[in-house]
């Protein structure tokens, strides 16, 4: 089969279309036909080793390869269809459209991957294409996560830190759908597409300091590592909830503290993947509460484009690489 493959880590250009084996299913496996596969900054960040929290470094270099990467076929989140199942597998069928996640197997940027059936992987939207179903999982996964352990009412105010990114740009969606009023926070080039996703507000981060804008929220969605704690803690109303995913050490020690002495509740979290919460996604994209988000789509000799923009932060949505002919 095609894939993308890189050997070494560094920057983009490492990756490279090559024919490799084809996956066998094993007894509890599934093997899928990949249509599409999310360029992910989790991608980017496995590709060159560089990430914006350093601490599990180490314990990341030992899992994924110290001199070299493991698996060398990257793609963690994707579309396509189920074209074998392993002798113990009874919960989807051949020829079912899916999307999911590889989680740490990876493997999505070739043209068959094989999965545990017990992985995050669901039968995809029907009113989705599967370049946009494949920009689902992470972005929305973890936004739905997130927004749902907020426990959002009608009509909270809520501002989304990195409101352009994958995660940040179905935090608005779904944040819209829960009846939140959304401040977004990015850059001013990401603001229209920031507003068709529902944001109510919009906050250019180059040019204001939303933590100086005398504004309050009943919940802080900050996707943006380095964040200003105190800061972002002091802007809660009573009851307030602050939820990161980027959580340094002293993060979590002063999270600990601010939820056990005061009214609002610090939570950091790394996002679990279920299947309940991407089934949840498929009824309420197929409803038109949440749509796609697809900037562009690449093909697989594109792959190393697809990273260079991921890398720029510039992209206005998710960048997709369609796997296969
Ligand atoms: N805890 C978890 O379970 C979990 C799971 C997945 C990802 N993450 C982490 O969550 C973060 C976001 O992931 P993602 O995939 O959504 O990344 P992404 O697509 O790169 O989104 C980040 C967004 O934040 C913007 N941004 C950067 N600096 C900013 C600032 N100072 N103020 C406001 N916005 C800023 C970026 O735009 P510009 O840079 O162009 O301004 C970009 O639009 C990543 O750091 C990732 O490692 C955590």
């Known amino acids: 089969m095609k894939a993308i493959t890189y050997s070494d880590y560094g920057p983009p250009d490492v990756l490279h279309v090559e024919e490799?084996?084809?996956?066998?299913?094993?007894?509890?496996?599934?093997?899928?036909?990949?249509?599409?596969?999310?360029?992910?900054?989790?991608?980017?960040?496995?590709?060159?080793?560089?990430?914006?929290?350093?601490?599990?470094w180490l314990p990341l270099r030992l899992a994924i390869g110290v001199r070299k990467p493991r698996q060398r076929i990257l793609g963690g989140y994707f579309a396509g269809e189920v074209v074998a199942l392993g002798n113990?597998?009874?919960?989807?069928?051949?020829?079912?459209?899916?999307?999911?996640?590889?989680?740490?197997?990876?493997?999505?940027?070739?043209?068959?991957?094989?999965?545990?059936?017990?992985?995050t992987i669901v039968p995809k939207p029907t009113n989705m294409?599967?370049?946009?179903?494949?920009?689902?999982?992470?972005?929305?996964?973890?936004?739905?996560?997130?927004?749902?352990?907020?426990?959002?009412?009608?009509?909270?105010?809520?501002?989304?830190?990195?409101?352009?990114g994958s995660i940040g740009a179905y935090g608005v969606q779904i944040a819209k759908s829960m009846g939140a009023e959304v401040t977004a926070v990015d850059k001013s080039i990401k603001e229209d597409f920031i507003r068709r996703m529902g944001a109510d507000h919009f906050i250019?981060?180059?040019k204001e300091d939303f933590a100086a804008a005398g504004e309050t929220y009943d919940v802080i969605f900050d996707m943006v590592p380095g964040s200003d704690y105190g800061a972002?803690?002091?802007?809660?109303?009573?009851?307030?909830?602050?939820?990161?995913?980027?959580?340094?050490?002293?993060?979590?020690l002063r999270s600990v503290f601010?939820?056990?002495?005061?009214?609002?509740?610090?939570?950091?979290?790394?996002?679990?993947?279920?299947?309940?919460?991407?089934?949840?996604?498929?009824?309420?994209?197929?409803?038109?509460?949440i749509g796609s988000i697809v900037e562009k789509v690449y093909p697989m000799e594109g792959a190393a484009e697809a990273h260079r923009r991921v890398e720029t932060e510039e992209r206005l949505g998710a960048l997709v690489i369609a796997i296969g002919g």
């Open 20 to 56: 490799v084996p084809a996956p066998e299913p094993g007894d509890d496996e599934v093997l899928i036909r990949v249509r599409a596969a999310e360029a992910t900054k989790s991608d980017t960040e496995m590709r060159s080793f560089r990430f914006a929290v350093n601490w599990f």
């Open 88 to 119: 113990d597998v009874t919960r989807l069928a051949v020829g079912n459209e899916v999307y999911g996640t590889a989680g740490i197997r990876f493997g999505a940027y070739g043209e068959y991957v094989s999965l545990p059936a017990s992985y």
């Open 129 to 164: 294409s599967f370049a946009e179903a494949a920009a689902v999982p992470l972005g929305a996964l973890n936004a739905l996560h997130f927004l749902r352990l907020a426990n959002i009412q009608k009509g909270e105010k809520v501002l989304i830190n990195g409101a352009g």
């Open 204 to 206: 250019d981060y180059t």
């Open 232 to 252: 972002c803690v002091r802007l809660l109303n009573p009851n307030g909830r602050y939820l990161t995913g980027n959580p340094t050490f002293s993060f979590m």
């Open 258 to 289: 601010t939820t056990w002495f005061s009214d609002k509740t610090v939570l950091f979290r790394f996002a679990r993947e279920s299947k309940e919460e991407l089934l949840a996604l498929k009824t309420m994209i197929e409803a038109g509460e």
